[in-house]
């Protein structure tokens, strides 16, 4: 494999949701890195002190699914200029396929009204609907791969 065709073929995805509030440092984080290493983390304090970190290697399946998902929703082509900087919920989502990267930085979604009200409606729509599929793909994978008792 040439260096220019690895380079086009690397992959790295990271989304991370969070805040600072009475119950501390809360969050959930995924990570994709071009090895294959998919990284959980989830932590919530608001009943009892519970960090959950988990790690799994995914083939090259899965990972042409997140590039699919990633290329469908249409976020490489959304512009996040007009977005609000986040005061202390805020979202991170950070994207290289090939030679392009993007990052962007936003307060947490909580509801449909939210994006509404924004300068760019449409653009946190993609954002939100693209986070969205991502959090359902990594908590089923890391579900089915850290199952106590597996369905026979």
């Known amino acids: 494999m040439s260096a220019?065709?690895?380079?086009?073929?690397e992959f790295y995805v990271r989304y991370y949701v969070g805040h600072r509030g009475q119950y501390g440092?809360?969050?959930?984080?995924l990570e994709l890195y071009p090895s294959g290493k998919l990284r959980y983390a989830n932590n919530s304090n608001y009943?009892?002190?519970s960090m959950v970190r988990r790690e799994v290697f995914v083939g090259p399946a899965v990972t042409e699914e997140f590039k699919?998902?990633?290329?469908?929703?249409?976020?490489?082509?959304v512009d996040d200029s007009t977005w609000e900087e986040p005061e202390t919920r805020?979202?991170?989502?950070?994207?290289?396929?090939?030679n392009q990267h993007i990052a962007f930085t936003c307060p947490e979604i909580?509801?449909?009204?939210?994006?509404?009200?924004?300068?760019?409606?449409?653009?946190?729509k993609t954002f939100y609907y693209l986070?969205?599929?991502?959090?359902?793909?990594?908590?089923?994978?890391?579900?089915?791969?850290?199952?106590?008792?597996?369905?026979?």
């Open 47 to 49: 009943k009892h002190e």
């Open 90 to 98: 805020g979202q991170e989502l950070e994207i290289k396929i090939g």
């Open 110 to 124: 909580g509801s449909l009204v939210d994006m509404q009200k924004s300068k760019d409606p449409e653009g946190l």
């Open 131 to 152: 986070t969205q599929d991502l959090k359902c793909l990594v908590l089923s994978l890391i579900t089915m791969h850290f199952k106590v008792r597996p369905i026979p």
């Open 4 to 9: 220019e065709t690895a380079h086009n073929d």
């Open 68 to 77: 699919r998902i990633i290329n469908e929703s249409g976020i490489t082509s």
């Open 25 to 29: 440092h809360e969050f959930f984080e």
